[in-house]
């Protein structure tokens, strides 16, 4: 079959026969269609309840999605943008004169430029989103498997940031709260409620970890020194 | 009876005998690389930024000590394929010599220096960053991935780049710059780019149609009303519920009917005007500059390269004496 002319955009003066050879179209194609289909199925397997032909084809090319990141469900604010976002509140203390340290992530002021705050706003809404997954089961008693699970998995990622403030600022005690900002109905703000509204912002509360709540932590050196890397059985 | 089979059998042959013909066509035929060098060099921008700004906390995220302990990231990458060099890292000099080196082989694809090698470093470089901070990633890594895995396919160092200036400079090629430059590897780059940013669209249109928000028209409240998103001031939004919903809907509609209207030149000017418009929208009300912006990026692959050419040289596309062909 004689070769057609090219695209559209090509310039008139130009030769514009396909000049691959068959075999290496053929190998290329194969190529494309293996990638494509993968990049299609990704997203697929993702969608709730996700399809199982697509979480089969995931699964078998797991090599290939992950080490090439293209393990994506492209949810950008879907299925609806989050009705709260979180910070975490943390408290840094030490055993010698320096003064207490009380701080709110991300924050503007700390984190320059936009990008860097929006690095540090990831860390606080994955923390929240743990958080959120433990109240979302406790809410209809799941399995306790299932529960105690996302509980590990939420207090292991707090630890870690709590491990880094410690190891960061060379203090003895810190202890992060979790506060979640909630989003105003416009009419709330209409009526001339601000977006920062203090009754907007739930704290959760301070140590032990709480079962029914969000996270919170509260570590001392002596403790990091002993911590056993806590077990994870189900990470996404 | 037997003519009828004849029939029917030569109407197959020439069905598939078109198909092929047109897969060929999407796929092989040779294009100018403007486009694509263009992408690398945005696109390599957006890369060296990117990592440009981790410099400003970079033990933190990357250290040993780091947001995301070693230990638990080596239990979520536990049965997986996620890899990346900084788990191997403890000083922080080899770290900042990691990095250097990181943003050496950035600047190098953005300015298309040695960009063959400078385009494939990238993409792994990139991803030893991404496997790093798995707790830290949002929406610009995932295009930023989409961009560098394809820019290592093309010539992407063809136009506009140290490699050409430095070939003319040996006299290696022509010092004229407006000659045609062929090549089929650019065109599977541009398309692979293309088809992904349309699945990229597609789903993130389905994926919200499983919310109520977009349904009901208030999502876009939700977004612009969130104090952490915001980069300049939106309550004033609240006054307008009406706009709201139409944003809603708007952008909704106008994601849904991407993979499709984005192919034919009718409709193609009026998506990539609503490309810019939507990412701009986001890069300044959203506080997300460097997502919206990446995202335009990639919408950037559906510039013909006859109008790229005549956006960014003096002379008119075409009207050199003779064309250039690459793989």
Not at chain 1, 50 to 61: K, Q, T
Not at chain 2, 5 to 33: E, K, Q, S
């Amino acid at each position: 079959m004689p070769d057609k002319p090219a695209i559209e955009d090509a310039a008139t003066d130009a030769p514009l026969a396909i000049r691959w050879s068959r075999p290496v179209r053929v190998a290329v194609s194969i190529a494309l269609l293996i990638h494509l289909t993968l990049v299609f199925c990704v997203p697929l397997s993702m969608v709730e309840p996700g399809s199982p032909l697509a979480g089969w084809l995931v699964n078998n090319m797991r090599p290939y999605v992950q080490a090439g990141n293209i393990s994506h469900g492209y949810a950008f604010f879907a299925p609806d943008p989050g009705r709260w976002s979180h910070l975490i509140r943390y408290k840094i203390e030490f055993d010698d004169d320096r003064a207490t340290i009380e701080r709110t992530m991300p924050s503007l002021d700390q984190q320059w430029p936009r990008l860097l705050y929006h690095r540090h706003f990831m860390l606080t809404e994955q923390l929240g989103s743990l958080a959120s997954r433990v109240d979302e089961l406790n809410s209809f008693e799941a399995p306790a498997e299932e529960r105690a699970a996302a509980e590990r998995e939420l207090r292991a990622l707090a630890t870690s940031y709590a491990r880094h403030l410690l190891h960061a600022h060379a203090a003895d005690r810190v202890s992060i709260d979790l506060v979640r900002h909630n989003v105003p109905p416009y009419i709330d703000v209409r009526g001339g409620r601000t977006l920062d509204d203090e009754s907007l912002y739930e704290t959760f509360p301070v140590s032990p970890l709480a079962t029914a709540g969000v996270s919170v932590e509260r570590i001392t050196q002596p403790e990091l020194i002993q911590a056993e890397p806590i077990p994870l059985e189900e990470v996404p | 009876m037997n003519g009828c089979v004849h029939a029917a059998r030569t109407a197959t042959i020439d069905w598939f005998g078109d198909v092929l013909a047109g897969w060929n066509r999407f796929w092989f035929a040779p294009t100018d690389p403007a486009t694509l060098c263009l992408v690398r060099i945005l696109g390599g921008a957006m890369l060296f930024y990117t990592h440009l700004v981790w410099s400003r906390d970079l033990l933190a995220f990357f250290g040993p000590n780091a947001w995301l302990s070693r230990d638990l990231l080596v239990q979520r990458h536990e049965g997986t394929y996620f890899w990346t060099v900084f788990r191997h890292l403890d000083a922080p000099s080899a770290i900042w010599g990691f990095h250097l080196f990181a943003l050496a082989v950035f600047f190098c694809l953005m300015i298309g220096a040695f960009t063959r090698v400078s385009s494939v470093l990238a993409f792994l470089l990139m991803l030893t960053y991404l496997h790093r901070v798995p707790t830290a990633l949002f929406g610009l890594d995932q295009i930023n991935t989409i961009i560098a895995m394809y820019l290592m396919i093309g010539p992407a160092g063809a136009r506009y780049s140290f490699d050409r200036w430095w070939k003319k400079r040996r006299g290696r090629i022509e010092a004229d710059d407006h000659a045609p430059i062929w090549s089929t590897s650019a065109n599977v780059a541009l398309r692979l780019m293309q088809i992904h940013m349309c699945v990229m669209y597609f789903f993130a249109a389905t994926r919200k149609l499983l919310g109520a928000s977009w349904w009901d028209g208030s999502a876009m409240w939700l977004a612009f009303g969130n104090l952490e998103y915001q980069s300049i001031p939106m309550h004033w939004l609240a006054e307008w519920p009406m706009l709201i919903v139409v944003l809603s809907h708007v952008t909704i509609a106008w994601e849904l009917s991407y993979a499709a209207l984005i192919w034919p030149k009718m409709t193609r000017g009026v998506m990539l005007i609503g490309a810019v418009l939507l990412h701009l929208g986001i890069a300044i009300f959203l506080g997300m500059a460097t997502f919206g912006l990446a995202m335009i990026i990639g919408n950037l692959a559906f510039l013909p390269s006859r109008f790229t050419r005549g956006l960014l040289e003096r002379r008119p596309p075409g009207s050199g004496t003779r064309g250039e062909f690459r793989q």
